[in-house]
């Protein structure tokens, strides 16, 4: 009986486990994603702000796998975004995504990652965002204006040689007990910048995007791979303790 007991527990384990997986993610690979061909209309995804659809499955580069998402702003100089849903959320939340700049974006080209208010927000509906320029600045906020203000939203910048041409990894965190929020990036030496805000609106969608500082010096290439819509750690540690101490109880 204990032993049937603890099995018993173990696969609660596993059930827990499984309802602490992510609850979204994707590299853009094939064949849910074709390259060269937008991913409005695929998997979930909508189109979001803005004219000029920029965007599109590619084998350019990948930080994984074999494609990502591009953004190909070289001619097209509007900003633009695809957006999907966030469904139901864990009380803590992390949303993760690497972004590639490529070297010869301009200074006010900017590609970013952005949380609304709604799930079917446009980056106008933006709760908490951030972006990275063309000149390696970084800004963040609770309102896509701070994603692109020339001051109020810069929160870094990264050095010359240090964010071009590699991935960087965008973290956008949310704690609805409290009401607290944090955007953060880090490049591939570890140079980290974050902020921490107070009073953001619960999440209902994400938007993937680009747009830009000023409406000189907007061109550019950018590209997103390996998007994670997670339980923030702290509440997958919580889960796991709070299993490992019911299997050690049954056991004792």
């Known amino acids: 009986m204990k032993r049937l007991a603890l099995l018993g527990l173990a ?12 609850p979204y993610s994707t590299g853009f690979e094939a064949p849910t994603y074709t390259a060269g061909s937008s991913i409005v209309g695929v998997d979930g995804w909508l189109a979001g702000s803005g004219s000029g659809n920029s965007q599109s499955a590619s084998t350019d580069v990948a930080e994984s796998g074999d494609q990502s998402l591009k953004f190909d702003n070289s001619s097209l100089t509007s900003f633009y975004s695809v957006r999907r849903p966030l469904g139901t959320l864990p009380s803590l939340l992390e949303v993760t995504v690497s972004v590639l700049v490529t070297g010869n974006t301009q200074a006010n080209r900017l590609y970013g990652l952005y949380l609304s208010s709604s799930a079917t927000g446009t980056l106008g509906s933006t709760i908490l965002g951030m972006t990275i320029a063309g ?3 970084v800004r963040a906020g ?13 929160i870094g910048t990264f050095d010359p040689g240090t964010y071009t041409d590699r991935w960087l990894h965008m973290r956008l965190t949310f704690d609805s007990g409290t009401g607290d929020g944090m955007a953060e990036i880090t490049n591939q030496i570890g140079t980290t910048f974050s902020q921490g805000y107070t009073s953001v609106t619960a999440p209902m969608g994400l938007n993937l995007g680009t747009d830009y500082v000023t409406s000189t010096n907007r061109l550019g290439v950018g590209y997103f791979d390996n998007l994670a819509v997670v339980p923030e750690p702290a509440t997958l540690a919580t889960l796991g ?5 019911l299997l050690r109880r049954r056991r004792k």
């Not at 696969?11 to 992510?22: E, K, N, R, Y």
């Not at 309102?143 to 020339?150: D, F, L, M, P, R």
């Not at 303790?241 to 101490?245: D, W």
């Open 241 to 245: 303790l709070g299993v490992a101490a």
């Open 142 to 154: 609770k309102t896509w204006g701070a994603t692109y203000s020339g001051v109020t939203g810069l």
């Open 135 to 137: 000149d390696g600045k």
């Open 11 to 22: 696969g609660l384990a596993l059930c827990v486990a499984g309802q602490a997986q992510i």
